[in-house]
């Protein structure tokens, strides 16, 4: 049985951006992550080995969202690509950075970058 466990409207205050103060100020982001697995072995027997847990999932996140990076489009890349390499039962992760209140001279609520990749 396949199923997706996911995090969704995980906040981070982060120093992603191409600008300078965006990197010396940091922005808040939200980010919302699914991965694909099998989890029939857990769902069977009631036990979180056979399954992905999610706080693994929130530390890969977490981990790379404290690395400054100028685009979130190479966040992405380097969460997702932690997540494959680091949880091999996964065959499948969506992603979406969101970067809230971005400095575009008007207003906007978020943009956001979003990337899926199988294994």
């Known amino acids: 049985m396949t199923g997706k466990v ?3 409207g995980l906040e981070f205050h982060a120093f992603h951006g191409v600008y300078p103060h965006e990197r010396n100020s940091g922005n808040w982001f939200e980010v919302d992550i699914a991965v694909e697995t099998d989890f029939s072995e857990a769902a069977a027997k009631d036990e979180l080995t056979g399954t992905v847990n999610y706080e ?3 530390q890969i996140v977490k981990d790379e969202m404290e690395r400054p990076s100028k685009l979130l489009e190479t966040v ?3 969460i997702v690509g932690n997540v494959l390499l680091q949880l091999p039962a996964v065959m499948q992760v969506e992603l979406k950075i969101s970067k809230i209140n971005p400095p575009i001279g008007g207003k906007v609520r978020k943009s956001s970058i979003s990337i899926v990749k199988k294994r």
Do not use: R, Y
């Open 6 to 8: 996911a995090l969704e």
């Open 56 to 58: 693994t999932l929130f």
């Open 76 to 78: 992405a890349e380097k």
